[in-house]
């Protein structure tokens, strides 16, 4: 008679297998044609999760606060308004500041795509807008040439910072961190002074109000009993995403400034020159952000104030890593990070929180998107702890 097998008291249990819906989300986070999608709306599911629990801590109801935020960004109705405004005109003004954030997130996904990261975005933005205001914002131009000048000028004093900490990188090995911090602190100081000596307004204390014409957002407008605002400056955000994903993914320019970014040795080896890659990308960066920074201090806003650096700036990180630094993504990472910074004034007024809780969820944000490749690594891991092959290697068998 056979005796029966023994187990070896050495050996665990069998793994449980995973559910259905476990096999799948694993799946979806570790694949590379589901990840781009799926790790950016798992990390905002997280953080929604991780904003409920706050603000239960604090007493408010969570859907009340996410639905204030839509009303404040003029994606839901308001249960009043002001003279003049419905969701139509608070909608345009919305999307007179999410220009400035798109083109400060390119700002972030160019220079990543070379390697480098700019942190730089808010200085560059604030010595572009001023440069822009103290040249064209007090002229007498008409807008048929002001606008144009702005952009120009715009563009042209952002490249010349951006290619500043390129050149310093390449030429001396001058991390770009410090030295754009460095930077920041430099425009911030410099500008400031010239505002409060030269341009400053006695009763506001920032920099005097720029002529309507050399803004990029069109004013005095009547329509009906409606008075809204046309920003210009989301125009020139769309095409800047188009054009950036065009060059990235469809130039010799855009191959060179990934190669570099993903191993400098194999690249330089390649025949690719490393340190003209670096200056360029940091050339566009910088371009992008003086675009940011008009559309900024000359479209959503009409002047300066002194010796403050726009945290948008900042927030344009967190939008580049959300959407996994496509140009494309970067558009619906914008619209929900702008709908947090956007209605927490509304927010605060109507569910009495604390108007810094946008910031804190923004943290968030940029925290759960830092570590999606992680939760990538940790998926692949448990795919094959589960002993659960992935679709890429069942195609493959």
């Not at 008291?9 to 793994?15: I, R």
């Not at 950036?244 to 025949?271: D, I, P």
């Not at 004034?345 to 570590?371: H, N, R, W």
Request: glycine share 8%; net charge positive.
């Amino acid at each position: 008679m056979k005796s029966p097998a023994v187990k070896s008291p050495a050996a665990g249990p069998p793994a449980a297998p995973a559910g259905t819906f476990t096999r799948r989300l694993l799946r979806w986070l570790s694949e590379d044609r589901t990840s781009p999608v799926v790790l950016p709306l798992f990390a905002i599911l997280l953080t929604l999760i991780t904003a409920s629990i706050l603000l239960l801590i604090l007493g408010k109801n969570p859907l009340a606060a996410f639905a204030a935020f839509l009303r404040g960004s003029g994606f839901m109705m308001k249960t009043a308004y002001a003279g003049g405004q419905n969701m139509l005109t608070d909608f345009l003004s919305f999307l007179g500041i999410l220009a400035p954030m798109l083109l400060a997130a390119l700002a972030v996904i160019v220079a990543l795509k070379a390697g480098m990261f700019n942190i730089g975005i808010a200085g560059q933005m604030l010595a572009a807008a001023f440069i822009a205001t103290a040249l064209v914002g007090y002229s007498k131009l008409p807008a048929v040439l002001a606008r144009p000048l702005v952009i120009l000028i715009g563009l042209g004093a952002g490249a010349i910072l951006g290619a500043l900490v390129g050149f310093l990188k390449y030429r001396f090995n001058i991390h770009e961190v410090v030295s754009t911090i460095m930077f920041n602190y430099i425009a911030s100081y410099v500008t400031g002074f010239f505002i409060n000596t030269y341009y400053v307004d006695i009763m506001s204390r920032s920099s005097r109000s720029c002529s309507p014409a050399s803004r990029l957002t069109i004013t005095g407008l009547q329509w009906g009993s409606l008075r809204p605002t046309l920003p210009l400056g989301i125009l020139i955000a769309l095409a800047a995403v188009f054009i950036v994903r065009f060059v990235l993914n469809r130039t010799t320019f855009g191959y060179e400034l990934k190669a570099v970014g993903l191993n400098r040795n194999a690249s330089m080896y390649a025949g690719i020159r490393e340190g003209r890659s670096i200056v360029l990308s940091m050339l566009v960066s910088g371009a992008l952000a003086g675009l940011a920074g008009v559309c900024y201090y000359l479209g959503y806003y009409n002047n300066i104030l002194p010796k403050t650096l726009a945290s948008l700036g900042y927030d344009a990180i967190a939008v580049s890593l959300l959407g996994n630094l496509s140009p494309v993504a970067a558009i619906f990472a914008s619209v929900l990070v702008t709908i947090f910074q956007k209605g927490s004034v509304y927010m605060s007024s109507t569910i009495k929180a604390p108007q810094e809780l946008a910031l804190v969820i923004t943290g968030i944000l940029l925290l759960f998107s830092a570590c999606t490749a992680w939760i990538r690594y940790r998926a692949r891991l448990e795919l094959e702890k589960q002993k659960i092959p992935r679709a890429e290697d069942e195609e493959r068998t």
